[in-house]
């Protein structure tokens, strides 16, 4: 299905595959129970002197005929189940989380984005760490092939930090830092959005992500660490 | 049995103590809810679809009102409309008169949940007439925005309490007295009242429906009320219980607030397959299909219910090791419901269908709720869940699942009911056509929602001009045809109101039976006077021996008949 967003994540593609995987299970279903339903209604509808047959459905030789539908529908559950925790276990459990080359801060305050990279020690949460605020045009810059480590926490309010290129979202919570990790697998720049309502202007907290090559990635890094309001991270 | 006198005007039409009347108090004051809800959504569907709209009595919305009208247009829907019609409206109506009993078991606490319920919806208009407007932090009102949104930490109580967000708590609090009141009633008169004679297997599964949904929302409404008086604290003593700064946590919130807030979809989905149980075999002239097991599964999601509430909350922050539990149980839930969906089918097949109105609405029910039951695996996957939070898939996923709820199987219901609550029958021609316009309007509206949902749409933003993949030409067409689908949707119950007017005053007269039913209701006189039966019926069998060979002459074999 094409309105899935192209994918700039390695996860993308396996969360789309749930999305396929359940569209094909439960679009069958769809398709049979609603024939089934249809059919019944137009083969069933009153006739002249007609007379509607008594059917309780008590018994096994009637009721068969939707205890065994139920009995795949609970499989088809299942194999849904299997998929879903799969997918899920690989981008959200932190003991599966693999080893990251690079570490960001994304804090969500009224209503921007802003981004704390490593400073010259290369460690993240240490006096020299530097911020990106640059209102709505602040730009979260990742480097393409590597994975990032994104520490993501809130100033005020709730927010969500959503890339719908990424695939995933998070909401993030003043007081605490949760951890996930992205692999962006294309360069480009990318809308980052606010997707839990944050107050009065929550529809305008739209930032950006830029996915650029690790050459262009190393001299960002060194222009930051050079204090030099890095050209490239506005525009 | 008391007897029952001759009432006042106010004994009878205000404070009224008769179990019928206070359904119609219910059901209208719901309709007029629903009504102002469904103006809101036009509101700011207006505001999408052509953003800078001057729009009447509420000018252009800017990010403040539109938050504020759709907050306001959920809290309406869910607990202004949905529960009053569906639960409070429908239970008080059916369940006296389908037990055999003479009223409520307790007929003036009966009136003061009505009472009650009339507070919570003038503390509810309240909340908008106060400074500032009404709340605007979304209607599932997470801490810490819906703390502090217009909260003056420094002012005195009163001044944050007189403000929308601390009315709107207080209104929902007291709205959910009033069901608890209500809910005391249905249980405790359905389990002493039922005629003599009446097993609890021969209750037909509307009353059983209702009675498992308002075991569904008195457990788990404690949790949520103690949530609520937290938050209020928070506004208005300046306390922290949701405050991280100060030793709180924002998601204790959420899970009392879902711990309430996923049982109370089945408060609202629960009646309506009963009323969908009750009309299918009726006018297809056919014995419910299976009908002790359809029970025996709506008891089991009743419970499994309690257990899938954190599938609101897999993106929040809670240990994503919870979410595998939650999406397992939220997916299964989709066994006892397909269930009751196949054996409803089936219980048309080889009938004497008869597609009258209440009919055509239970049908619509089927066909509509179906779309919604399906794509709410999509949204109990965790997997995918993280993508698809938050967008119109879910917005387009639960509105078919509660239109189909509230208003084809309510509509169901009205029609059903209706000429045994006022005597007449509603107009035939003019039902037809407020179904089908209806659906067309609630199509047109939703359906399209799925697609700019996987696009990565996400809601609750008044104007997209931020975002340029969502100014694209077809996400734009998208957001034309929903809204003007939305305004169909809401001009069409124009006729539903002319329907209702014309009906009540010069409609066919019905006669004790005109649906040719079995349960207890159709005995008692169209309308039924106060104390409903002249002499208190006795139940020989179950509801839906439709056709039953040992029946001679007749294809249906009321409740009360040897």
Request: glycine share 8%; hydrophobic share 50%; with cysteine.
């Amino acid at each position: 299905m094409s309105f899935l967003p192209e994918a700039y994540s390695s996860v993308a593609a396996d969360i789309y595959g749930v999305f396929y995987l359940i569209f094909y299970i439960v679009g069958i279903w769809f398709v049979v129970t609603l024939g089934a339903l249809f059919y019944g209604v137009f083969t069933s509808l009153k006739k002249q002197g007609g007379k509607a047959q008594y059917i309780t459905g008590d018994d096994w030789a009637q009721s068969k005929w939707i205890w065994i539908p139920l009995i795949l529908v609970f499989m088809c559950d299942l194999l849904i189940d299997v998929k879903t925790a799969n997918v899920w276990t690989k981008v959200e459990i932190a003991e599966k989380m693999p080893q990251n080359d690079y570490d960001v801060k994304i804090v969500g305050r009224q209503f921007q984005w802003e981004f704390t990279y490593p400073g010259p020690d290369g460690k993240l949460f240490t006096e020299d760490d530097i911020q990106i605020a640059d209102g709505n045009d602040g730009e979260l810059v990742l480097p393409v092939g590597k994975i990032t480590k994104l520490h993501l926490t809130a100033a005020d309010v709730l927010h969500s930090f959503f890339v719908r290129e990424f695939g995933f979202k998070q909401d993030v919570i003043p007081g605490r830092i949760l951890t996930r990790w992205v692999e962006p697998i294309k360069e480009g720049r990318i809308e980052l959005t606010c997707a839990e309502i944050c107050g009065p202007n929550h529809g305008t907290m739209r930032n950006w992500v830029k996915v650029v090559s690790q050459e262009e990635f190393n001299s960002f890094i060194k222009n930051l660490n050079s204090g030099k309001k890095v050209a490239m991270a506005t525009k | 049995m008391s007897a029952h006198h001759e009432q006042s005007f106010i004994s009878k039409y205000v404070f009224s103590i008769d179990h019928k009347y206070i359904a119609k108090q219910y059901t209208v004051t719901g309709m007029i809810f629903a009504f102002i809800g469904g103006l809101f959504a036009v509101a700011f569907r207006t505001q999408l679809a052509w953003p800078g709209t001057n729009i009447p009595f509420i000018g252009v919305l800017d990010g403040m009102k539109y938050n504020m009208l759709v907050t306001n247009h959920a809290m309406i829907m869910f607990f202004w409309a949905g529960m009053p019609i569906l639960l409070a409206g429908l239970g008080n109506f059916v369940i006296p008169l389908m037990l055999g009993a003479d009223d409520m078991a307790f007929p003036k606490l009966n009136m003061l949940s009505y009472w009650i319920f009339f507070v919570s919806a003038v503390l509810l208009i309240l909340s908008f007439m106060a400074p500032g407007g009404g709340a605007a932090g979304g209607w599932t009102m997470y801490p810490p925005l819906n703390a502090q949104q217009g909260v003056d930490p420094d002012a005195n109580f009163l001044v944050n309490l007189w403000t929308g967000g601390s009315l709107l708590i207080l209104a929902v609090a007291v709205e959910f007295a009033s069901m608890l009141l209500g809910g005391i009633n249905f249980l405790v008169t359905s389990l002493n009242m039922r005629a003599k004679g009446m097993k609890l297997m021969d209750v037909p599964a509307v009353v059983w429906m209702i009675n498992l949904a308002t075991v569904d929302f008195m457990f788990s409404v404690g949790p949520l009320i103690s949530g609520a008086v937290m938050l209020l604290f928070d506004r208005i003593f300046n306390t922290g219980f949701y405050d991280p700064a100060r030793g709180g946590d924002p998601i204790l919130f959420q899970h009392l607030f879902w711990f309430f807030g996923h049982p109370e979809v089945y408060v609202v989905l629960l009646p309506a397959i009963g009323i969908v149980a009750e009309i299918v075999p009726t006018f297809s002239r056919k014995p419910l299909f299976a009908s002790r097991w359809i029970i025996i599964m709506a008891t089991a999601s009743a419970f499994i219910a309690f257990i899938v509430w954190a599938h609101h909350q897999f993106v929040a922050g809670i240990d994503p090791r919870m979410a595998e539990f939650f999406s397992i149980t939220t997916i299964i839930i989709s066994v006892p419901f397909a269930f009751i969906f196949f054996a409803v089918i089936a219980t048309m097949f080889k009938g004497q269908i008869e597609v009258k109105t209440p009919m055509l609405w239970a049908l619509g029910f089927l066909v509509f709720f179906l779309v919604g039951g399906v794509t709410g695996i999509f949204n109990g996957s965790a997997g995918l869940d993280m993508y698809i939070h938050d967008t119109y898939f879910v917005i387009a996923h639960f509105h078919y699942t509660l239109i189909p709820a509230v208003f084809f199987a309510g509509l169901a219901a009205l029609h059903f009911w209706f000429p045994k609550a006022t005597g007449r029958m509603m107009n035939e021609t003019l039902g037809k056509l407020h179904f089908w316009i209806t659906s067309i309007g609630f199509n047109m509206f939703a359906f399209p929602l799925f697609f700019s949902g996987l696009y990565g749409e996400h809601r609750r933003i008044f104007n997209y001009s931020s975002y340029q993949p969502m100014m694209a030409d077809w996400i734009i067409n998208i957001r034309h045809v929903a809204t003007i689908g939305a305004m169909i949707l809401a001009a069409a119950q124009v006729l539903l109101f002319i329907n209702i007017i014309l009906s009540a005053t010069s409609g066919e007269k019905a006669g004790k039976n005109p649906w040719k039913c079995n349960t207890l209701e159709w005995v008692a006189d169209s309308p039924p006077p106060h104390g409903n039966f002249a002499t208190p019926p006795s139940c020989y069998r179950g509801p839906y021996e439709y056709s039953n060979p040992k029946r001679s002459g007749s294809d249906f074999w009321p409740q009360n008949e040897q």
